[in-house]
Nanobody, 125 residues
Framework: QVQLVESGGGLVQAGDSLRLSCAAS??????????MGWFRQAPGKEREFVGG????????HYSDSVKGRFAISRDNAKNTIYLQMNSLKSEATAVYYC????????????????WGQGTQVTVSS
């Protein structure tokens, strides 16, 4: 099964940009065969979908709250996916998780079977 490790979180100012990375490894096929998602969870809140990319070159989709500002990309050769976050708002403060599933997973956290440890993003105003 694939293992995921997020990195790239930190403290930034509102309006700044940040890029998160999620590196995959393990006894599995390339991440190209996995649907990958980014989620975030703020203290006291439920885990929230941010964006995802479906497997085998499938579509990319985003939460309405981040459309036009966040972008997901995948580097299959490096087994890594990225979340580019631009024009960050204080509401983006959360622990960000990447997740994977071998099926055509979409926006529901329950549909993803593998999760990383998370990386903290803090946006100050």
């Amino acid at each position: 099964q694939v293992q995921l490790v997020e990195s790239g979180g930190g403290l930034v100012q509102a309006g700044d940009s940040l890029r998160l990375s999620c590196a995959a490894s393990g006894r599995t096929s390339s991440i190209a065969s996995y649907s990958m998602g980014w989620f975030r969870q703020a203290p006291g809140k439920e885990r929230e979908f941010v964006g995802g990319i479906m497997r085998l070159g499938g579509s990319i989709h985003y939460s309405d709250s981040v459309k036009g500002r966040f972008a997901i990309s995948r580097d299959n050769a490096k087994n890594t996916i990225y979340l580019q976050m631009n024009s960050l708002k204080s509401e983006a403060t959360a622990v960000y998780y990447c997740a994977a599933d071998s099926r055509w997973a979409a926006v529901s956290a329950a549909d993803y079977t593998v999760w990383g440890q998370g990386t903290q993003v803090t946006v100050s105003s």
